[in-house]
Every structure is written in structure tokens, then in C-alpha cells.
Nanobody, 117 residues
């Protein structure tokens, strides 16, 4: 059973920082790519950043230089992180953790990030 549980969302002022975490329920997930997606009200879901099992990363142009994705495969639970700095109001969205395993996408429940003064 795949369980992805996000945490770390909240409200922050423009220019602020947040760190999102996603706990994946089994170490077996360390061999699969993972990513963070977000969906703002009235907009389509978009890929924010992704990371391969080996640690290669890719970020959307809109967050390059501000967001960093990383993962920790060393523990029994695999952790995925998204460090966000210099946040902008347009970063406001529900952020979801994604795991793609054998062609199937698994999603966490999402965590709200609000950037507002």
C-alpha cells in the first residue's frame, strides 16, 4: 500500500520561506522518481520539481533559484522535501507529493501554501 503524507504547509509573507515534507511509507519507494506538484484555484495542476531515485533534479522555470527539491532514502521511510525561499503570492496553491511507480501515479492529500501580506 502506498501512503504519501505531506506536512509543512502554511501561511507566509512574500519573501518568506517554507519547507514541505512528504513521508512515503516504505523504503522500496527509494528506487522510484518523486515530485512536487501544485494546483492554484482555477488553474491546472503543474509540476513544480522532480527528483530521480539517483538524485537528479528538475524544476519549473517559475521556481528555479527559489525552490529546491531533495530526498532522503536512508531511512525506513523515504522522505521528499521542498525547500521554498523568496516566496511570491503566485506560489499560493495546494502542494502535492507524487510518486510514479510502474506507470501509476500516487498522490498525497496535499498541503496548502498561502503567500500573502
Amino acid at each position: 500500500q502506498v501512503q504519501l503524507v505531506e506536512s509543512g504547509g502554511g501561511s507566509v509573507q512574500p519573501g518568506g520561506s517554507l519547507r514541505l515534507s512528504c513521508a512515503a511509507s516504505s523504503r522500496i519507494f527509494s528506487i522510484y522518481g518523486m515530485g512536487w506538484y501544485r494546483q492554484a484555484p482555477g488553474k491546472q495542476r503543474e509540476l513544480v520539481a522532480s527528483i530521480t531515485a539517483g538524485g537528479s533534479t528538475n524544476c519549473a522555470d517559475s521556481v528555479k533559484g527559489r525552490f529546491t527539491i531533495s530526498r532522503d532514502n536512508a531511512k525506513i521511510t523515504v522522505y521528499l522535501y521542498l525547500q521554498m525561499i523568496s516566496q511570491k503570492p503566485e506560489d499560493t496553491a495546494v502542494y502535492c507529493c507524487n510518486l510514479r511507480m510502474v506507470g501509476i501515479d500516487y498522490w498525497g492529500q496535499g498541503t496548502q501554501v498561502t503567500v500573502s501580506s
